[in-house]
C-alpha cells in the first residue's frame, strides 16, 4: 500500500514568490494534517482536516497560509507571498479518523527554501 | 519551546543499548509516541502506548511510561549504525482531538 505522498519533495523560491505543495493521504484515511518542521524541531501542526472541513486551523497564519480538501481526499497548501522566515519542511500526515488511537502515518514533506 | 521536552544528542557505540528520555507536560494524554525521521525523510512511526500502560516490547525496543513523573523513554537494544537518526516523542492530549505535541527530537549517533 503507498504511503503518504507529497510533491514537490525540494522547493527554492525568492521572496514574495507564491509557493504551493500537494499531499495525496492513503487511501482511506479521512484526516489530514499539516505540519511546519523548522530546522532542528519537532513538527507543528497547521492544520487538521476531517474528510474535506477545516477542523483546526489556529495555528496557521490566515494572512499567507491557505489549505484546501476540495473532495476529502487530496489537499493543497498555498503560501502567498512567502517570507524569508518560511524555510522549512512542510510534512502532511494523515489517520483512519481521530478516534481513540488513530496513528498519523507522515509523507517524506516539502523542503522549502526562500530566498 | 515545546512542552515536550527531548535531550538533543546521543552517542552510542553499536551493539550497545541506546536509552532515550522524554518528559511531558499533560497528565491528561492518553497516547504517547515514538517516531524515528532519517535524514530528508518524513516521520516513521516506531511505536506507541496507551496510558494505562507502564511498559510495552516491541523486538529491540521497549518504551517505558512512568504518568507520575510524566516521563516516557524509549531503549533500543542492540543499536545499530542503521538506527542512527532522529528521534521524536510526541504526546497526544485527551481533549485535543487527534493533535500531537511533538518534543524537539533527539539526535542518536551510532559509531561502529
Known amino acids: 500500500e503507498a504511503g503518504v505522498v507529497q510533491s514537490p519533495r525540494y522547493k527554492i523560491i525568492e521572496k514574495k514568490q507564491p509557493v504551493a505543495f500537494w499531499c495525496n493521504p492513503i487511501?482511506?484515511?479521512?484526516?489530514l494534517y499539516w505540519y511546519l518542521q523548522n530546522l532542528g524541531q519537532g513538527p507543528e501542526l497547521l492544520i487538521r482536516?476531517?474528510?474535506?472541513?477545516?477542523?483546526?486551523d489556529s495555528q496557521l497564519p490566515k494572512d499567507r497560509f491557505s489549505a484546501e480538501r476540495l473532495k476529502g481526499v487530496d489537499s493543497t497548501l498555498k503560501i502567498q507571498p512567502a517570507e524569508l522566515g518560511d524555510s522549512a519542511v512542510y510534512l502532511c500526515?494523515?489517520?483512519?479518523?481521530?478516534?481513540?488511537?488513530?496513528?498519523?502515518?507522515f509523507g517524506p514533506g516539502t523542503r522549502l527554501t526562500v530566498l | 519551546g515545546e512542552d515536550v521536552e527531548q535531550s538533543l544528542f546521543l552517542s552510542v557505540r553499536e551493539g550497545d543499548s541506546s536509552v532515550i528520555n522524554c518528559t511531558y507536560t499533560?497528565?491528561?494524554?492518553?497516547?504517547l509516541y515514538w517516531y524515528k525521521q532519517e535524514p530528508g525523510a518524513g516521520l516513521q512511526l516506531l511505536t506507541y502506548?496507551?496510558?494505562?500502560?507502564d511498559m510495552k516490547q516491541d523486538q529491540r525496543l521497549t518504551v517505558l511510561l512512568n504518568k507520575k513523573d510524566k516521563h516516557l523513554s524509549l531503549r533500543i537494544a542492540d543499536t545499530q549504525t542503521g538506527d542512527s537518526a532522529i528521534y521524536f516523542c510526541?504526546?497526544?492530549?485527551?481533549?485535543?482531538?487527534?493533535?500531537?505535541?511533538f518534543g524537539g527530537g533527539t539526535r542518536l549517533m551510532v559509531k561502529p
Open positions: 502506548i496507551f496510558s494505562n500502560m
Open positions: 500526515a494523515s489517520s483512519l479518523g481521530t478516534g481513540s488511537g488513530d496513528t498519523q502515518y
Open positions: 487511501s482511506g484515511h479521512n484526516t
Open positions: 499533560d497528565s491528561s494524554s492518553t497516547y
Open positions: 482536516y476531517e474528510n474535506e472541513e477545516a477542523v483546526d
Open positions: 510526541a504526546e497526544r492530549p485527551n481533549n485535543a482531538g487527534n493533535m500531537l505535541t
